[in-house]
């Protein structure tokens, strides 16, 4: 049941402001001056070689005063009280997440801690984290624990394409596969309630086909860029649809079974959403585990539309994008050839489970129905690499 409260109003969220440029971080102190003086700056050790000490230097000439909280590489509570405690003892006025998921997922949290503004810099334009209210949180492990929503999102989000050319571009394509399911998943959840806990605007279905335009137009050209460290129209349209049209598209849009189907392997290490359930189902299977989170629902997408009746010259459209960009689409690729139909019911009773968004389809969805998916899946992705004589490009 999509809509179960009866809930009549449409509702869209957003930073309020996003800016994208390849020497963004050198104009952070404009955008950041808004925010107080004294800003928490969250970043691993890794991120700050490449890009930390830099930002640092930045805000210092303008009269920051910056407070360097090392981020120890997992966003679980431990490490969100110590950056809370460190940031109450330096009287810290607001939050500078600077990295990867985990980093920013950390940002957010301490900011709802401390109730103070929170600015995103990404460093990889590979999900859709850094323009959403919510975070997910692991234990120390590495075990997911649970999602926390926000009231509010990230203030700003600051992205410099300059930093995101020199990540590798498998992060790209992960981000693509992420993005490329925001329409197809938005499509579905028209009469369903958001993540914001209302129904989609036009707004909201608009930008989740923009982003899809995007990709389609310019996903294979700001891959090739990517990998020759070329910051070019294609890469900043698809790092922009990557990062703010796939986060508003999934956030106010809703999101359906390519999220459900992740490869449920051991179902805590890869979860990230409770609409996760193609994803999410897939972080059941053995084999999965080292995939990236857009690699995963970029299966799940191909599920979801072979699961939605779609016909073969449109899952093909999809096919031919992903494998562009050199993304998972059969069992074999995922790194799973032997999967077993026990396992594969495993991840389809993981996107089944209850609260999963898969829920959103308005088709007739059990744990069966969703093993044949799967399977059916890897078979269009196979068929379509044998008819299409694909190889994988250099
Ligand atoms: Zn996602």
């Not at 109730?115 to 075990?143: F, H, M, N, W």
Request: neutral net charge; charged residues 20%.
């Amino acid at each position: 049941m999509p809509n179960p409260q009866r809930v009549t109003e449409r509702l869209f969220q957003s930073p309020s402001k996003y800016i994208q440029g390849p020497a963004a971080l050198q104009n952070a102190p404009k955008y950041l001056s808004s925010l107080g003086r004294a800003p928490l700056l969250a970043v691993d050790n890794i991120v700050y070689d490449i890009a930390g000490k830099a930002l640092i230097g930045v805000l210092q000439n303008s009269g920051f005063k910056v407070t360097r909280g090392a981020f120890g590489g997992e966003a679980s509570g431990e490490e969100i009280s110590q950056l809370t405690n460190l940031a109450r003892e330096k009287k810290c006025d607001f939050v500078i997440g600077l990295g990867g998921g985990k980093t920013i997922d950390t940002a957010k949290a301490v900011a709802d801690q401390l109730k103070v503004q929170v600015a995103i810099l990404p460093t990889t334009a590979s999900t859709d984290a850094p323009c959403s209210a919510l975070s997910v949180i692991y234990r120390p492990s590495g075990e997911f624990e649970r999602y926390s929503f926000y009231d509010q999102n990230p203030t700003f989000v600051l992205v410099d394409t300059g930093v995101i050319v020199k990540a590798p571009p498998r992060f790209l394509a992960a981000g693509i596969g992420d993005a490329v399911a925001t329409n197809c998943e938005a499509r579905l959840c028209r009469n369903s309630v958001n993540f914001g806990g209302g129904l989609p605007t036009e707004v909201s279905v608009s930008i989740a086909q923009k982003c899809e335009e995007i990709l389609f137009k310019y996903g294979k050209q700001a891959y090739e860029a990517n990998k020759a460290g070329a910051v070019t129209p294609a890469f900043e349209a698809v790092v922009e649809a990557n990062t703010l049209l796939s986060g508003l598209g999934f956030e106010s849009g809703g999101l359906a079974a390519a999220h459900a189907v992740r490869l449920s392997l051991p179902p805590a290490t890869c979860a990230r959403s409770p609409l996760q359930q193609v994803h999410n189902g897939f972080t059941a299977v053995s084999g999965v585990h080292h995939l990236m989170h857009g690699e995963k629902v970029a299966f799940g997408t191909i599920v979801q539309l072979v699961l939605d009746g779609e016909p073969t010259a449109e899952i093909d459209r999809y096919l031919e994008l992903m494998l562009s960009v050199d993304l998972p689409v059969t069992f074999q690729q995922l790194g799973i050839p032997k999967v077993t139909d026990a396992e594969l019911l495993k991840v389809a009773e993981l996107a089944c489970a209850p609260n999963e968004t898969i829920w959103n389809m308005e088709r007739i969805i059990n744990p069966q129905i969703v093993l044949s998916a799967l399977k059916g899946a890897d078979a269009v992705g196979r068929a379509y690499i044998a008819r299409t004589g694909w190889s994988k490009s250099k």
